[in-house]
Nanobody, 125 residues
Framework: QVQLVESGGGSVQAGGSLRLSCTVF????????MAWFRQAPGKEREGLAI????????YYADSVKGRFTISQDNAETTLYLQMNSLKPEDTAMYYC??????????????????WGQGTQVTVSS
């Protein structure tokens, strides 16, 4: 059974930093794609950053480019999202997700098969 377990959310003042973690259990395929999404109340789930295992290729949404960094540990079992220069508009529930390597729409929520439980990030002004 595949499980994604997140940690690291919390409350921070604007300009601060947080690091989210997502550990993958039970997924045995060698190549896959992982991503971070977020969803604020009343809004659609938004794709933030993607990483492809093996190559380490990354992709960022414009809203977080230059402030957020997606990475994995060497064993490719834990995904991270380093968030710097946080803004109040970054306040949301953050989710990690896992999907197959190939996709024509890698930022689309429907291209991911497994999701973490979510972790809340709150940024105060």
């Amino acid at each position: 059974q595949v499980q994604l377990v997140e940690s690291g959310g919390g409350s921070v003042q604007a300009g601060g930093s947080l690091r989210l973690s997502c550990t993958v259990f039970g997924y045995t395929y060698p190549s896959y794609r992982m991503a971070w999404f977020r969803q604020a109340p009343g809004k659609e789930r938004e794709g933030l950053a993607i990483i492809w295992t093996g190559t380490g290729t990354t992709y960022y949404a414009d809203s977080v480019k230059g402030r957020f960094t997606i990475s994995q540990d060497n064993a490719e079992t834990t995904l991270y999202l380093q968030m710097n220069s946080l803004k109040p508009e970054d306040t949301a529930m953050y989710y990690c997700a896992l999907g197959p390597w190939g996709s024509s729409r890698p930022m689309n929520v429907n291209e991911y098969n497994y999701w973490g439980q979510g972790t809340q990030v709150t940024v105060s002004s």
